[in-house]
C-alpha cells in the first residue's frame, strides 16, 4: 500500500515539475543530430548481435510452441 501511494506521489511530482519548467531559451548543437543518428545505428546493430547470438535458443522456443500445439490439435481430432 505505501509503495503503491509513493508511486503515485513520485508520479504527481514529475508530472508538477514539467509543468512547471520554464523555457530555456537554448538552442540543439549540429553535432547534436549525429549523435543520436550514432546511437539509433549502435541501438540497432546490438540488437541484431543479440538475436544472432541468441538465435537457436529463440528459434528452438519458437519451434517448441507451434510442435506442441500441433501434436494437441492432431489428438483432438
Known amino acids: 500500500m505505501y509503495r ?5 506521489v513520485a508520479l504527481f511530482l514529475m508530472y508538477f515539475s514539467f509543468v ?8 540543439i ?4 543530430g549525429s549523435y543520436f543518428f550514432q546511437l539509433l ?3 540497432l ?9 541468441f538465435w ?7 519451434t517448441r510452441r507451434s510442435r506442441e500445439d500441433a501434436e494437441t490439435r492432431r489428438r483432438e481430432d
Request: net charge positive; no cysteine; aromatic share 14%.
Open 4 to 8: 503503491s501511494r509513493f508511486i503515485w
Open 20 to 27: 512547471t519548467i520554464s523555457s530555456a531559451h537554448a538552442y
Open 29 to 32: 548543437d549540429p553535432g547534436s
Open 41 to 43: 545505428v549502435g541501438g
Open 45 to 53: 546493430l546490438g540488437a541484431a548481435v543479440a538475436v544472432k547470438v
Open 56 to 62: 537457436r535458443r529463440i528459434w528452438s522456443f519458437l
